[in-house]
């Protein structure tokens, strides 16, 4: 391990990323970024969190993670994921549409990713490892819960602005002080519409493959599998109207297979504390169940991991996770210590009114 | 000034009733006023299903004015869209405005007139 060139590596892409980001990309609303748990990332065992917090998708998201024990200094799992509906106009989708999708929830947020990772030799092995494996990934929230109870007070707002702007049009009076105020209020709505509460309901699913030697002639099927995650997310705090503090419970159950080998389970859950827009804690603890101990990794083993994500600005959050990941075939418990950043690039920058 | 989305079209009125029904999309949220030569007919947040104009001699000639402040309260996208039915005419039109601001939060006003001819 290096931590000078972690901690250069971190400095010197935090630095880039925000620059990339002040000049293409306007702030991205509270609770848009969050640390990647793509179902591409979950298969390839490289997520910061096995246990998905439930979020709505990005129309466009990259993410990079770094492993602390590698000394090598650069990242070496990279992930993309895409959100289709959100790439294209819907004029038929009403705010109140939008607001309570029933079963278009499952449109709305479904999302696929591609990840790759570079192929680890196995303990013991003294086979060359080289090569990098390919995970991709769906998911999508078939329930996204209700909207925030202050959303109705915030609308409320914005549409007595709405009619002051409207007034002060037709009698050809300025509107800037009002402007402001409306995308005051707007954002305020956009970090409701991002912290939907009540119970949520996750599916995903993803396969792997490796490539030996990163030649498409040899590549190799790898493990699938497909999962479902449960949550119930309530408000943490009662009244005031700057409180944004959630507590979610998370449950996963997954099923995955490797090639020729039996099904294995994955039993687990999350606690998730945000006390403020910045910052968030987390714990999980995941028991795999079933397959071959002698052949599959992880077997009849926990993970237990806790995780600490911090926003350093509205297009950038830096987040890590520190823990015990599942048992190797030949005994140890590795330790999880990943850092990664994540930038949105979703709310595209380009203004080009019609 | 925020950003301005104008559109110019025409409508063929008949001799029945002209109806205008208006939809914000994208999930964002926005307040409408309905005009005919200047005069207002009516203003409503959200959408407008099937305001009667008039009837169609009456109005003909005239001009149907939209204006809405549409603002970006969605954290999925920044893209905007009105869209604007009439029917009671020869025929039904539909046309869709459509726009995107450059901040989040940010707002766009669309003005669309009909030339009722």
Redesign the interface.
Known sequence: MNPLKTIGWIVVVTTFASGVASAQAPPVPIDDLRAPTSPAFVLLDVAPASVERPENPKAFTTSLIHTVTQNNGLPQNYALEVAPYWLTYHPELTFEKYQSPGLMSAIHSLSMSVATTPMKATEGSTVDPSGSRVGIGVRSNLMNGRFNPKLGALVAELAGIHDKILDALSKGLPIDKLEAEAQTTALAIQALDAQRIGFILSVAAGKIWDFPGDDFTTVKDGRWGVWVTPTYRFLTCGEPDNCRATFDAIAVVRALREPDEDASWDFGGRIVWQPNTELSLSLETVRRRGGDSETQEGVNSNRTAGMLEYRINADLSLYGTFGQDFKKIAGSKPLISLIGLNVGFGKTPQVKAK | ???????NDTYRVGNGDVFISL?????????S?VSIDGTRLV?S???IGGLRVGAGPRVKGKDLKV?S?V?????????M???YRLNGGQGTKSI??????????????FETTFALS
Do not use: C, N, W, Y
């Open positions: 000034m925020p950003e301005k989305v104008t559109t939809a914000i999309g994208e999930g964002q949220f926005g307040t006023d203003r947040s959200g959408s204006r402040v603002s970006d309260v969605s954290t999925m996208t920044d893209r869209s009105v869209t869709t405005a459509k726009g995107k601001v450059d901040k989040a939060g940010k707002m766009l006003i």
